[in-house]
């Protein structure tokens, strides 16, 4: 029967919530065929909020985008505006972690917002405000973006329902986006700070905050900035964690993980003094990040290089290396961070 491409998506969804992407890829691709097959235009907002918004985003975030924008428009059409929104909160988040342009992630954003609003759907429209605020952040061009954020009235709502309403999910939402937004700002411990909450918060959950490997990647560069000025003993087995759970995620998706593989082992082996080893990673990153489409990782990877010549007294190349991250950071559309690396490049 029809509906069984909608069990077979649900199934396919928690499996991959639990990491069995082998059971969930094989599951899903059953229910997107059966999804073809019967013509059940009318579940295909749920099918595809289940398998693009899961196991597929974890093989290639990118080809995950318009799948949900479908999703979206195929629910409006259909009367099934729960999915159809939801399909529109994942499109957001995908497209933030995709490295597409933040202004055309914002205007998206407002224009689902709206519509979220209009139609009634306020737990949908919640789960996006972090993503909205960790834009905001990024685009913005404040001296301290980040103290912007604190004291904004949305955020410490949003701050305050969450918490009242014992929502989780949405808890470790804001911790992600807060805690990446923290890391390119260079705002290193309280990243660390914002993870180690989510941390804590997820001992109770059933699930962790995977992200397609997106957490664990920034996680990993969280750590070994603060690896930097701190012991080595402290962060060494949170690293080792995390480079475990990215080697897995580069199989299973190379082209979303490839670079960010490539920039852990960078920070790692400059850490550990091989300094040629250490930029032929960077290099790799950077080319990987380009070839693959993550034009923020690319200028993060970029900025990390530069911080690698500077701290081996090469203001030279670490100069070509920081105005390189400023174009791309520029190209993104954060103009808040480009400016922030502006006024804190150190000569």
């Avoid at 580069?250 to 960010?260: T, V």
């Avoid at 390189?324 to 804190?344: F, H, P, T, V």
């Amino acid at each position: 029967c029809k509906e069984s491409c909608v069990a077979l998506a649900s199934c396919s969804y928690l499996l991959c919530e639990f990491q069995d992407f082998e059971g969930s890829e094989h599951i899903g691709s059953l229910s997107t065929g059966l999804l073809e097959r019967s013509k059940a235009q009318e579940y295909r907002s749920q099918v595809h909020l289940c398998v693009y918004g899961g196991v597929y985003g974890f093989k290639n975030l990118k080809l995950c985008v318009e799948p949900l924008m479908e999703g979206y428009r195929v629910g409006m059409q259909t009367g099934d505006i729960q999915h159809a929104m939801f399909n529109a909160s994942s499109f957001i988040k995908n497209s933030f972690f995709s490295g597409l342009n933040l202004r055309e992630v914002e205007r998206n954003i407002d224009k689902f917002g709206k519509e979220m609003i209009e139609y009634n759907q306020k737990a949908v429209y919640k789960s996006m405000l972090p993503v909205k605020r960790a834009v905001s952040d990024l685009i913005l061009s404040t001296q301290d973006p980040l103290v912007m954020a604190k004291n904004s009235a949305e955020q410490n709502a949003l701050l305050e329902q969450v918490v009242e309403q014992n929502n989780p999910i949405d808890v470790c939402d804001i911790y992600v986006f807060s805690g990446i937004v923290a890391y390119i700002y260079s705002r290193y411990e309280l990243a660390a700070a914002l993870v180690q909450k989510r941390y804590e918060l997820e001992k109770n959950m059933l699930r962790t905050s995977l992200w397609s490997g997106v957490t664990a990647f920034y996680d990993g560069l969280i750590f070994l900035a603060m690896a930097h000025n701190s012991s080595e003993f402290e962060w060494s087995s949170k690293i080792s964690n995390v480079m475990s759970n990215v080697k897995k995620f580069e199989q299973i998706g190379k082209s979303n993980n490839e670079h960010k593989l490539l920039l852990l082992e960078a920070e790692i082996k400059s850490r550990m003094g091989e300094k040629d080893n250490a930029l032929k990673k960077y290099q790799l990153a950077i080319a990987a990040a380009e070839k693959n489409g993550f034009i923020h990782e690319q200028a993060i990877a970029n900025e990390r290089a530069a911080d690698f010549f500077l701290r081996n007294n090469d203001k030279d190349k670490a100069s070509q290396y920081y105005g390189e991250a400023y174009s791309l950071y520029l190209k993104w559309g954060a103009q808040g961070k480009a400016d922030d690396l502006c006024r804190n490049i150190p000569f």
